[in-house]
């Protein structure tokens, strides 16, 4: 049976990711400091097993990783979300020191493969589309993408010099039943499902895309499964686009809300007006992409989207 070390467990991408490990009969060891994290997230399951614990403090995060022996360890842990990295800089770059201690303890340890998450945000505001893993340059500057870029080069770094294979998986927007409202679709989803304005930053045009969590997850198990990408960097995403304007529309539409959407002043930082991840590699891990409505949908109709924002889902549903 695989062991599988997942830091950032209690998150949205993290317990997913865990979630789909059990499905495929592998044993999670699953770390948080629940920062932003909430146990309710963690699957249930025999081979699931979650400790509290901040990556960041060396010894902590030690006697995890040496009391036991982990083939594949999965670097989620962050501190994440354009407003709270903005407003907390400091608290991001100490995400430095979680990146250093995973990689030298892991290098010990006969792990066989580190698994990073890294960003869209590393190719910072666009110089060209879509965004191409090799030739599109980075153009990290605030301190949260500037994280991501440095523990790309690290991973890069203990691979040359302490031979530590690695695969930097280059996170765009991602979405899901247990993401917080904290981003834009499960804000959207919540408003729209309470008739509550939506609101957008500026006029709306910025585009993004979004990947469904049921296909990241696909994409990261065969990577790990059949041994792709390694010691290499992976757009993990979809290539639809669409604008955060028609996004909000959809989502009136698909949850047959009566919200109405406001428009505010602009962010003064950290939001790129476009996004849009170059595919091709992302495609030999995952053929079938979820539609935008289908995901959607799949987040109404789930029961932990409500229970973890304290919403009742049949009054929601179906008002009196
Ligand atoms: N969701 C996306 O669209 C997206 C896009 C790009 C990159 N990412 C990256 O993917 C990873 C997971 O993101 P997510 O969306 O699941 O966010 P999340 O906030 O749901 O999960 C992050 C988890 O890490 C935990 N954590 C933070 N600092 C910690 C520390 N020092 N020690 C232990 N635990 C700590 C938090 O409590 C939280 O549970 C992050 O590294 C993030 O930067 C996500």
Not at 98 to 111: A, F, P, R, S, Y
Not at 134 to 146: D, G, H, K, M, V
Not at 159 to 172: D, K, S
Request: hydrophobic share 40%.
């Amino acid at each position: 049976m695989k062991k599988v070390l997942i830091t950032g467990g209690a998150g949205f991408l993290g317990s997913s990711l865990a979630q789909g490990m059990l499905d495929r009969g592998m044993s999670v060891a699953l770390v948080d400091n629940l920062s932003t994290g909430d146990l309710r997230k963690i699957p249930q399951h025999e081979h699931a097993r979650f400790i509290k614990c901040d990556v960041n403090k060396y010894n902590d995060i030690a006697s995890v990783i040496t009391s036991q022996k982990f083939d594949y360890v999965f670097h989620y842990a962050a501190v994440v979300g354009v407003k709270r990295t903005l407003e907390r800089p400091v608290s991001v770059l100490e995400d430095i020191h979680g990146i250093e201690n995973m990689l030298n303890l892991c290098k010990n340890t006969g792990v066989k493969r580190f698994f990073f998450t890294s960003s869209s945000e590393v190719y910072g505001e666009p110089v060209e589309f879509p965004q191409n893993e090799e030739t599109t340059p980075l153009n990290s500057r605030l301190p949260y993408a500037i994280v991501k870029n440095v523990g790309e080069a690290f991973c890069r770094s203990y691979y040359q010099e302490y031979g530590l294979p690695y695969t930097v998986l280059r996170f765009f927007n991602t979405y899901g039943p247990k993401q917080s409202v904290d981003f834009v679709m499960s804000k959207f989803i919540k408003a729209a499902l309470a008739n509550r304005p939506l609101t957008i930053y500026g006029d709306g045009s910025q585009t993004r895309t979004f990947c469904f969590v049921k296909n990241n997850v696909e994409a990261i198990i065969k990577c790990l499964e059949e041994g792709i990408y390694v010691n290499d960097v992976v757009n993990v995403g979809s290539d639809q686009s669409i604008s955060i304007l028609q996004l909000a529309q959809k989502i009136i539409e698909i949850a047959q809300s009566k919200s109405i959407i406001e428009f505010l002043p602009p962010l003064k930082e950290g939001d790129m007006t476009r996004r849009k991840p170059d595919i091709t590699k992302m495609s030999r891990l995952i053929k079938n992409f979820t539609s935008l409505e289908e995901g959607v949908r799949q987040i109404i109709e789930s029961d932990i989207f409500y229970q973890l924002n304290n919403i009742d889902k049949a009054k929601t549903l179906f008002p009196v």
